[in-house]
């Protein structure tokens, strides 16, 4: 098959080195700021700023302080000339129809046997920390034509979605492409439990020692609307209230830990040397923990260890080169361009089909399993239900026993496609809403997005997929048109995959770029990552930890359970056939 790349077959080697060739290739030719001179806003740093992240974002980059902050526009990874929206051919093949044909599950959900369900939960954390778009704009929306028998139908013979926010920056006369905020900060900072703005995050603290609120060991919640206070709580459901508790007691053992060795410290200074450390683990814990669960390869396992601390042992000096050092404590780079999560970032995580439409229960002590629960009945309020009826221990257990669903065509979750908020309102599919925001946004069709990310296009249908049944769906749906299919469709169809891999080349070539850039961009992961301002005892939390050993500093009854569970993102009923990850001395 000579359309996907196969850099794995050579070994580690010389695979390494492929793929830190790929990244360089990438951040030359791939990296576009979406301002233009002279249009980055001015911002003003507080002396807090040099020591500390900000709640907003601004001045983690003391050259340019506006960058990576809350309410910039999000930048891309393809040239301007690309990015514009093919307003023509915005509905062309109908979303709902690619939706219904090629996403419905109809046959119940297909697994990742080497998975276990947190790594859901846990990628839909992480994008909350990332990346939003602001609340949708329903003055004009995007009116989807369905049939008139169709449940989605608002009455009008259309399903009606609302669009993303226009850039209220941006001159509409200037001569570019549209762009889009980002309602989050962009840095890897944990704003998703301490939010994006001062106000959120003084709502989520004691201060008092330097803590954030929990009550009675859970989140706060707001007696309205049912949903736990926390820095981010949109698209909730169990799983993410389970790892939102777990890190903000998470941060509250780590500012116990630097109470205990600085007991004259204000609760400022506890409180935001925690929130760096806490930063800095969920980062470390995406990169070494949960990467290599969901690529489960030999090769990128250790181009993920690599990029956090180097390929070399700690004694050996430093070569000056992230690819051998490691990026964590090394040199910033931004490679020319101003750091930005991008449209192509969003576009190719989206992946709803990891999300089952129920779950079994649990108990950790017998693993009977003591109930059952619908997605639908787990989301939003339905959440902080589930808590409480069952415990986090025995949800996270349950999570740990279960499998998510495969990144693949026709394994979308029912309940996404037939979402609704409110009795008697029209359904809405969130399937094809997810094809629409790419068009929306001026993400090129697959093929072009591959062109623009340095891969080879499809010749045929046939190519994309040895599954000669789904290849001709394909055709059918597209019209026999290669150049149509959608980023996140083709993304999901392609089955020539390195082994191992929850997702394919397209998806991993922006992932390349990104997954580095995240790190050699903060100064808090290059030349701020060190003792005067983490503290020796926080770089040695972060040295040790694992996703495992948070797990169990939390719920140390699990710990019969967790003993041969050696990266918590594999399956918990079985013996994890890999390493633990240890620190290089």
Not at 166 to 171: E, F, R, V
Request: charged content about 20%.
């Amino acid at each position: 098959m000579s359309v996907y790349a196969k850099w794995w077959i050579f070994g580690p080697l010389i695979g390494l080195l492929t793929l830190a060739s790929i990244r360089c290739e990438l951040f030359e030719n791939n990296l576009f700021d979406t301002y233009a001179t002279g249009e980055w806003p001015t911002v003003t740093c507080a002396p807090s700023d040099m020591i500390y992240r900000s709640a907003d974002g601004r001045c983690n980059d003391l050259d340019l302080p506006a960058m990576g902050m809350a309410g910039m526009r999000m930048g891309r990874n393809i040239q301007p000339d690309y990015s514009w929206q093919d307003t023509d051919n915005l509905l062309n093949p109908n979303p709902r129809d690619v939706s219904k044909e090629l996403l419905t599950r109809t046959d119940g959900i297909r697994e990742v046997p080497f998975l276990n369900y947190l790594a859901a939960s846990w990628i839909q954390f992480m994008i909350h920390d990332w990346f939003e778009h602001g609340n949708r704009d329903h003055s004009d929306p995007i009116a989807v034509p369905v049939d008139g028998d169709d449940t989605h139908n608002s009455g009008d013979g259309t399903m009606p979605i609302g669009r993303t926010p226009a850039d209220p920056t941006k001159n509409p006369s200037d001569g570019r492409p549209a762009s889009f905020l980002n309602e989050n900060t962009a840095w890897w900072d944990g704003s998703q439990i301490y939010g994006s703005n001062q106000a959120k995050q003084n709502e989520l603290r004691t201060f008092q020692d330097g803590k954030m609120i929990l009550v009675n060991g859970r989140l706060p919640m707001d007696a309205q609307s049912g949903l736990p206070i926390t820095g981010f709580n949109k698209n909730w459901w169990v799983g993410l209230e389970m790892l939102h508790t777990l890190f903000v007691k998470e941060h509250n053992a780590i500012a116990d830990m630097l109470k205990q060795s600085y007991p004259n410290w204000t609760d400022e200074r506890l409180f935001q040397t925690a929130r760096l450390i806490n930063s800095a683990e969920m980062a470390k814990i995406h990169t070494v923990d949960w990467t290599p669960a969901i690529l489960k390869n030999f090769t990128l396992r250790e181009a993920m260890f690599a990029n956090w601390r180097g390929l070399l042992p700690m004694w050996v000096p430093r070569l000056g080169d992230p690819a051998t050092d490691g990026i964590m404590g090394g040199d910033k780079d931004l490679a020319n361009v101003p750091f930005s999560l991008t449209e192509e970032f969003t576009a190719v995580y989206r992946m709803h089909p990891l999300l089952r439409d129920s779950l079994e229960v649990r108990n950790y002590a017998s693993d009977a399993v003591v109930g059952n629960s619908l997605l639908q009945a787990h989301s939003f309020a339905g959440a902080a239900q589930l808590t409480s009826q069952h415990g986090l221990t025995n949800l996270f257990y349950s999570f740990g026993r279960t499998h998510p669903g495969l990144l693949e065509l026709n394994n979308y979750p029912q309940m996404l496609q037939n979402f609704t908020r409110e009795p008697g309102v029209a359904m809405t599919d969130l399937g094809a809403v997810d094809i629409i925001r790419d068009r929306e946004r001026g993400i090129p069709r697959y093929n072009e997005f591959r062109r623009q990310i340095g891969l080879n296009p499809i010749k045929d249908f046939t190519d994309i997929t040895p599954n000669t049944a789904m290849a001709e769906k394909l055709r059918q749906i597209y019209n026999n048109d290669i150049e149509a299919i959608d980023v996140m469709i083709g993304s999901y169809a392609e089955g020539y995959r390195p082994p191992g891999y929850g997702f394919g080349e397209t998806s991993f070539q922006i992932f390349i770029a990104m997954a580095s850039r995240r790190l050699l961009a903060d100064r808090f992961f290059t030349d701020d990552y060190r003792a005067e301002i983490y503290t020796q005892q926080g770089l040695d939390w972060i040295d040790n930890v694992t996703f495992t050993r948070v797990l169990l500093r939390h719920m140390p009854e699990l710990s019969t359970r967790l003993a041969k569970v050696e990266n918590g993102f594999f399956p918990w009923d079985e013996e994890n056939e890999w390493f633990e990850l240890k620190v290089r001395k």
